[in-house]
């Protein structure tokens, strides 16, 4: 027994209701709420009961440094990923210990900051062509769901990008809306504690069921096409590189339901997140005029009329700075979680095995002692200099360590092409941006639709 773990003690917690912990506890302030709640009267690390579970939170740098860096292998994705497995299955986000590492290997080149530059022509003309539909629908000064719109976009860029195909509206729309609902359910699910086995028909299970074929028809429907094309492509997409990747002891390929499987992956983690962040992007907006004005005259200064290139994404340093900020305050993935292997301390608190531990991404992106006035919306606080002096796990909305998110450099480049897209055209803004309430599922999500207003800046003749 180590010094450390001699001198360990429990970690605080509320007192839990027998048999439901701290479940109703949760439903009544929400997720969001509750857990920031507890870190202000209980500390950095406590501990919450959700029905059978243990879970330990940590809203510090260093114990998260703990968990996802010095002792990572402790911590791994098992029980804590059994939701996110109904729906993706056994893929690059859900797998563990070998064979994630080599499927990891596997998709790595796609998301290579070189092949993501490819990606920038498709990336700006899908915005430009949904901003052509806007016109079309909405007159000046006319509203749509903001958040709907993004989700639209988000899918179509990851459907061109990564699998070489176009969704178009109307599988785009379905197949957005069948991710929707089953991030929901799942969410559902997960806030309950009640996991009935999918193959007992609730009415749930059973409407999730029907999003899963839905989703699964759309897969299946991507992989076969790419399996058709007869002539090799100059450059092979993601969904063309894991249909040739051979094991390498073996010489197997992937079998049609690990194929299915990656894909699901792609397609889930691949839109929602940026699709929220540039929601939320714009709700912080429209209670900062002067951020807007400043953005657009660097997007005036960097594109004027022409369309994005590669080369300008680095160019437009505000921008970026805009949508780390966002990240910041509204990380789309507002929490990790991870199965502990064994006993360990965590800021002087003991671990169990089995405990479910929630590195709280959105808790210590905005913990005072790391953050001044940590709720103002300050794109500065990204100046390109005033990283450096940063507690490094103190933001992380892609996570750290191997298993930060691999679409990263994709990520920060969408929402870049698109949010200067949006602003070199558009003026959008909120009529009441306090109005969408958080809900913090499985990713941060509006409560609700996002109606924005939009103004064109330029005439369709500039345009
Ligand atoms: C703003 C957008 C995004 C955010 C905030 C985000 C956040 C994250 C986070 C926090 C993780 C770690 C999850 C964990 O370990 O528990 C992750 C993993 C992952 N993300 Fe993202 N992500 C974003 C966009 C994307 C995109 C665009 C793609 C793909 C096109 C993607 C694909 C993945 C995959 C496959 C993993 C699992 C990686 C692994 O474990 O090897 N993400 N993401």
């Known amino acids: ?86 729906l993706t299955g056994d893929g690059l986000l859900t797998l563990e210990g070998d064979t994630w590492r080599t499927r990891r290997r596997m998709a790595n080149p796609a998301f290579h900051r070189e092949s993501v530059r490819r990606f920038v022509r498709s990336i700006s003309g899908i915005s430009q062509e949904a901003l052509a539909a806007w016109r079309w629908r909405i007159p000046n000064g006319g509203t749509l769901d903001l958040h709907h719109e993004m989700m639209l976009l988000t899918l179509e860029v990851v459907a061109e990008t990564l699998f070489g195909q176009r969704m178009g509206e109307a599988a785009g729309d379905t197949s957005g809306r069948a991710f929707a609902e089953a991030l929901k359910v799942l969410s559902d699910r997960g806030n309950t504690g009640v996991r009935l086995p999918l193959h007992i028909p609730t009415p749930g299970n059973l409407r999730f069921r029907r999003i899963l074929q839905t989703l699964d028809t759309e897969v299946y429907r991507i992989l076969d096409a ?33 194929l299915r499987n990656e894909l699901m992956t792609l397609f889930l983690a691949g839109h929602e997140t940026t699709a929220l962040l540039l929601t939320w992007l714009f709700t912080l907006l429209s209670r900062s005029p002067q951020v807007v004005e400043r953005a657009e005259a660097e997007v005036d200064a960097v594109l004027g009329n022409r369309e ?132 913090a599922g499985i990713t941060l999500r509006p409560a609700g639709p996002v109606p924005v207003r939009v103004r064109w800046r330029r005439s369709r003749a500039q345009a």
Request: hydrophobic share 40%; charged share 25%.
């Open 308 to 439: 994005p290139t590669a080369d300008d994404v680095p160019k437009l340093v505000y921008l970026r700075q805009i949508i780390d900020e966002a990240l910041r305050l509204r990380p789309p993935a507002w929490s990790i979680a991870r199965d502990t292997v064994a006993d360990d301390v965590i800021g002087g608190f003991h671990v169990r095995a089995g405990d479910l531990v929630l590195p709280a991404i959105y808790l210590v992106q905005r913990h005072p002692a790391f953050w001044p006035h940590p709720e103002r919306f300050d794109p500065d606080r990204f100046a390109p200099d005033r990283a450096k002096s940063r507690h490094h796990y103190a933001y992380l909305p892609f996570s750290l360590g191997p298993r930060i998110c691999i679409g990263n450099i994709f990520a920060l480049t969408e929402a870049t092409v698109m949010l200067a897209t949006l602003l070199q055209h558009t003026r959008i803004s909120m009529d009441a941006p306090d109005a969408v309430r958080i809900q």
């Open 226 to 258: 790419a399996r058709k094309e007869t002539e090799p492509r100059a450059v092979p997409t993601l969904v063309h590189m894991l249909l040739q990747a051979r094991d390498e002891d073996t010489g197997q390929g992937l079998t049609d339901r690990e």
């Open 1 to 86: 027994m180590t010094m450390e773990t001699m001198t360990a003690r429990e970690a605080p917690q509320g007192k839990p209701l027998p048999w439901v912990g701290h479940l109703l506890h949760v439903a009544h302030h929400g997720m969001w709420d509750f857990l920031a709640k507890e870190q202000r009267e209980r500390g950095d690390y406590f501990r919450l009961t959700l029905g059978p579970r243990q879970m330990f939170v940590i809203a510090h740098p260093d114990g998260i440094e703990r968990v996802l860096g010095t002792n990572r292998d402790n911590y791994i994705k098992k029980t804590s990923y059994d939701s996110m497995r109904l």
